[in-house]
Each structure stands twice: as C-alpha cells, then as structure tokens.
C-alpha cells in the first residue's frame, strides 16, 4: 500500500510539478502508476479525475482505489525515477469553475428553502445538481442573481481540515456523518460543505454562473448548470444557432420565436387548405369513375386519411363489390375499404388476410395499414371478384365464387 502526498489540497492551482515513482502496475487499458506526491486529483465527490501527462506518458484518468491514488497512463514509468507531471490544466480548471459554482447555488438553495443536494454530476459540458425539494423558475431566477453576486463579490474559497473540536462548533453541509478527517470548502456568508475536491482560490475567478434548466425529479428538482469558461462556450454555441435562425428566418435574433411562431400558423393554415383542395380532387376522382361490376382497387399515395374517406364515401357508389383505396408507400399502405352491397365486417378477415393488413371497422367501412405490395393487392382484388355474382350482404361470407 503506497500513500501519496495531496499537492492539490494545499494548493489546487498547481499544475506543473515533480515527483517520484513509487509503483507501477499495468491496469484495464495501460498502467496504473503511483506517485510520492501529485497535482492528479482522483475522482470523486461528483467530480471527474484529472488528465494530464507524467514525462512521455498521457494519464487518461486519475483513480482512488482501496486508499491507493492511480495515475491511469498509456505507458509505463521506473519506480524509483523522477517525473514530471502536468495536468490538463484547460479541463481542471473547468471543472473546478462548475464545481464551485455549485457550491454556490447549493449554498444558496439550502439556506433559502432548507433543501440538500442530493445529487451532484460534473460530466463534459454537463453540471446536474439534484435538490431534494420542488423549486419554481422564478425561485432559480432569484438564486442565480444571488450566485453571480457572490461571484462578483470575488471572495476567497477556503478549503482545510478542521480539528475535532472545531468541526463540532462548524455547521456545514454534508451527505456523510464523518467526524475525523472531514475537509470543509467555505464561502463565506454562502456555504460552508464537505467536500475533498479542488477548487479556485476566488469566486471571481469563476466567472459567470448559468442555471440552464430544471426538471421535477424524484420529488425534488434536478437543476443544469453551467460556469465559467463550459458557460461561455456554451452561450457561442447557442449564440450560433440563434443567429443562424435569425438569418434564415429573416427575423432579429430574439425575435426568432415569434416568427417560428408565425411561420407554424401559416404552416398550419396551408395545410389545411391543401387537405381540402385534397379531398375536392378525391371527390373529383371519383366523380370520373364508371360503375363497374366487382371491385375497385385505388391507389392514390397523395391523399390523406381525410381525403381518403372522401373518395371511398363517393367511389363505394361506382362498383357492386369492395371499393379500396390505399395511401402511403409500397408495402406500408394505409387503407379504407367500403362497400353499398359487400359486409366488410364479415368479410374483414379474409380480406386482411388477403393484403396482409391490420384493422377493423363497420359493415360498411373498414381502415387500416397494409404490409402487402401493389400488385399483391391488386391482384388478389382481382381473384377475388367480390358483388360480381348475387351477392347479397348477409352472404358474403362466401364472396359469390359458389
Ligand atoms: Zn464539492
């Protein structure tokens, strides 16, 4: 069991430093290598291990296993040697900016309303802190101002290890009951908490605190955040999208939602006119049909289910047997049968089955969707002439071929 020296508690903006390699193992991917002292914070506490190099090798991730501080690298290192590391300072110093931010707005929500973080998550670009109680939007709006100010305010972050007796004396927040070797981060006048990670030395040098989002979750709320330099980039990415809207939509940038509104409304209306100009063609359509003996297979993939109906409703008219008329796509039709002579309830199995279809409906209606192609159906309409002999609706059944 080898011990490491915590650099990055005392000071957690060290990210260049020397060390000596105590052990070195090979690992999942790699080699999990310890150090005598080190800047690689592991992870925990919500946030993620630190990246960086040792020398010539890339560590991927920084682990704590049973008490054991792993430098997870690509190659291996002499025990015994000097190294240099050095973190991937860019990622650290992101993470401490979201870290302490949410610091901030827990210490800010719990003294408000009384309620804990019970959940807290630093990914890529992502910050998720989960309240154990409700919070409305106007309440976050509030806790938002209040954060940037504690930001603007520039105060200094401490982070030490209270004696027993001082601990006692210290109300703080905490998800664990620890009385010995608790590390405290404190705010003062936002938050005093547990907490063993690194953090910046000034809430200024956060930057900027952005509540994004919120949603119930688990009878609480689960809030998305974002600081510092994860917010700004993040406020050029939506930046980009806002002003591409804005350019294709003719329309200033915080005035796009109203002209998508306005362009959903004309969206709205012609659609409309184009299903009735849909169905006037569909009743066209079958104006134009002679009366035949037996069925009528139609295909029309432009119409609708509406102008569908329509057709059918006239069409059924035209012929003794089945009137059937199909839209969609080959193999994925969808369908309204109709019939003045044919029971389509008693005959609704058979056909069906015949076009390998799903539906049900009336004696004198029947829609549904159809797995069979074109010509499947076209031809077993064909094969089977329905209302071509006497065929009376009590009968069909049989379908006439008797
Ligand atoms: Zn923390």
Not at 5 to 28: G, P
Not at 226 to 250: F, H, I, N, V, W
Not at 269 to 295: D, H, I, P, V, W
Request: charged content about 30%.
């Amino acid at each position: 069991m080898f011990t490491t020296i915590k650099l990055y508690e005392q000071n957690s903006e060290l990210r260049r430093f020397t060390a000596r390699v105590l052990d070195c193992r090979e690992a999942e991917n790699g080699w999990a290598v310890i150090l005598n002292r080190t800047a690689f914070f592991p992870e925990g506490g919500g946030q993620g291990g630190d990246r960086g190099t040792l020398g010539e090798a890339r560590v991927l991730d920084t682990q704590l296993r049973e008490g054991e501080l792993l430098h997870l690298t690509d190659s291996p290192q002499t025990p015994g040697k000097a190294v240099t590391g050095e973190l991937d300072w860019d990622l650290r110093f992101r993470r401490m900016q979201d870290h302490s931010g949410e610091h901030i707005v827990s210490g800010l929500v719990y003294e408000k309303y009384g309620y804990n973080n019970v959940g807290f998550h630093l990914g890529d670009g992502e910050v998720t802190l989960d309240f154990s109680g409700e919070l409305t939007a106007e309440q976050l709006e509030e806790i938002e101002v209040l954060a940037n100010r504690a930001v603007t305010a520039d105060l200094p972050v401490r982070a030490w290890y209270p004696s027993p007796a001082e601990l006692r004396r210290i109300s703080y927040r905490s998800k664990l009951d620890l009385t010995e070797n608790v590390r405290l981060v404190q705010i003062p006048g936002i938050d005093t908490c547990a907490c063993c990670a690194p953090h910046v030395k000034r809430t200024g040098e956060i930057g900027i605190i952005k509540i994004l989002d919120f949603m119930r979750h688990r009878g609480g709320v689960r809030v998305h955040i974002l600081c510092g330099m994860d917010a700004l980039e993040d406020y050029g990415a939506r930046y980009r999208a806002t002003k591409e809207l804005s350019g294709l939509l003719s329309a200033k940038q915080l005035e796009t939602p109203e002209a998508v509104r306005r362009l959903l409304e004309e969206l709205e209306k012609t659609k409309y006119a184009l299903s009735q100009e849909r169905q006037r063609s569909a009743l066209e359509k079958a104006e134009a049909l002679k009366y035949q003996a037996g069925n009528l297979c139609l295909f029309y993939p432009e119409l609708d289910m509406r102008a569908l109906r329509e057709l059918v409703n006239a069409a059924k008219e035209k012929c003794s047997g089945v009137c059937a008329a199909f839209t969609g796509t080959e193999g994925d039709w969808r369908f309204i049968l109709g019939s003045t002579g044919v029971d389509l309830q008693v005959a609704s199995r058979e056909l069906l089955e015949g076009i390998r279809g799903r539906g049900g409906g009336s004696p004198e209606m029947l829609q549904g969707s159809a797995a069979a192609t074109r010509a499947e159906i076209e031809a077993w309409f064909e094969a089977h002439p329905y209302g071509k002999k006497k065929t009376r609706r009590k009968e069909t059944d049989s379908h006439g071929d008797s």
